[in-house]
């Protein structure tokens, strides 16, 4: 079937630099794309989602890309802290009676 | 604030027992879902629920069951554990099918079967 995919598996940053997490999805009925964290011993946490007729959306201190055309989806988190390090997941999907489909999701870690 | 609980954050159990993981949360929320999470293979959606009395299976259904007999309510039933079912099981749960929604998770239940 279809599958929600991650380019790198682990990321490491320095403390202040940006981070970018990217995703690739192949569904392309996919109109809605959300990003969780799961820091260890939680559940995953809601950070922002986006939807298809969008290209970018901004939170604090995180921004969400999505280039339709490649079936891309990026997270970029700006001034990375050292409480950002955690499990990153994708998840991609539509309205109606279809779950969300997952990715495997990144480790990030900053390095203080 | 939505909040989704797990009856158990670690469980241990014998091989060849049943198992009941519960699931509540507190937001009236329609849809219920169960998942488990293993090293290297991400979240894997075992059964789904929209509403009271209504299942789905997910990818990996089999071993399990499920039961959802309030709303608020989602149950996950191992009727015979096994030593592959050891895993982090995690219950989430959403608004409704009607528009775009975000799935809130619980913090999850590890599961050793010895």
């Known amino acids: 079937g279809e599958s929600v995919g991650l380019h790198l598996p682990t990321l490491s940053v320095q403390e202040g630099d940006n981070s970018i997490i990217n995703c690739a999805y192949s569904n392309s009925a996919s109109d809605y794309f959300i990003w969780y964290k799961q820091e260890s011993g939680k559940g995953p946490q809601f950070i922002i989602d986006i939807r298809s007729n969008m290209d970018k959306r901004q939170g604090q201190r995180v921004t969400v890309l999505l280039n339709k055309t490649v079936k891309h989806l990026s997270l970029q988190i700006a001034a990375t802290q050292p409480g950002d390090s955690a499990v990153y997941f994708c998840?991609?999907?539509?309205?109606?009676?279809?779950?969300?489909?997952f990715g495997k999701g990144t480790r990030l870690s900053v390095i203080a | 604030d939505v909040k989704v609980t797990q009856s158990s954050r670690y469980l241990v159990k014998r091989t060849g027992e049943k198992v009941f993981l519960e699931c509540v949360q507190d937001m009236d929320h329609e849809n219920m879902f169960w998942y488990r999470q293993d090293p290297g293979l991400g979240l894997r959606l075992i059964y789904f629920?929209?509403?009271?009395?209504?299942?789905e299976k997910g990818d990996i259904p089999e071993g399990y069951s499920v039961s959802r007999e309030k709303k608020e309510r989602f149950s996950l039933i191992l009727e015979s554990a096994s030593t592959n079912q050891t895993s982090m099981y995690l219950c989430a749960s959403s608004l409704n099918s009607l528009s775009y929604n975000e799935q809130f998770f619980g913090p999850g239940t590890r599961l050793t079967v010895l």
């Open positions: 629920s929209y509403d009271v009395k209504m299942k």
């Open positions: 998840a991609e999907g539509h309205s109606g009676n279809t779950p969300l489909v």
